[in-house]
Nanobody
Framework: QLQLVESGGGVVQPGGSLRLSCTAS????????IGWFRQGPGKEREQISC????????NYHDSIKGRFTISRDDAKNTVYLQMNGLKPEDTAVYYC?????????????WGKGTQVTVAS
């Protein structure tokens, strides 16, 4: 089976932190750019961050810039998303995707998502 698996989601209070992980099974991430996406209640899916396959470049959506950090560890076949200063509007299902380059609509491998809930 070829798949991506997200983990690390949960329920936190505003201002809290979480670290999400995206791990590949059945293939290696060395040749792929990895994007993080999210879909909030009643909203469209949006890309919030992406890291190039060499890890030399990253980008962030304005909604999370300065609060979230993307990184990768190819030896562990894993990409991370460190989330600090979480807000209620960050509540969403978070997905990772693998493709050749960082583009808005990635069409490679996708995970099934992990739920993040931010509430008082």
């Amino acid at each position: 089976q070829l798949q991506l698996v997200e983990s690390g989601g949960g329920v936190v209070q505003p201002g809290g932190s979480l670290r999400l992980s995206c791990t590949a099974s059945g293939f290696t991430l060395d040749y792929y750019a990895i994007g993080w996406f999210r879909q909030g209640p009643g909203k469209e899916r949006e890309q919030i961050s992406c890291i190039t396959r060499g890890g030399d470049s990253t980008n962030y959506h304005d909604s999370i810039k300065g609060r979230f950090t993307i990184s990768r560890d190819d030896a562990k076949n894993t990409v991370y998303l460190q989330m600090n200063g979480l807000k209620p509007e960050d509540t969403a299902v978070y997905y990772c995707a693998a493709d050749l380059i960082c583009i808005t609509d990635m069409t490679g491998y996708w995970g099934k998502g992990t739920q993040v809930t931010v509430a008082s």
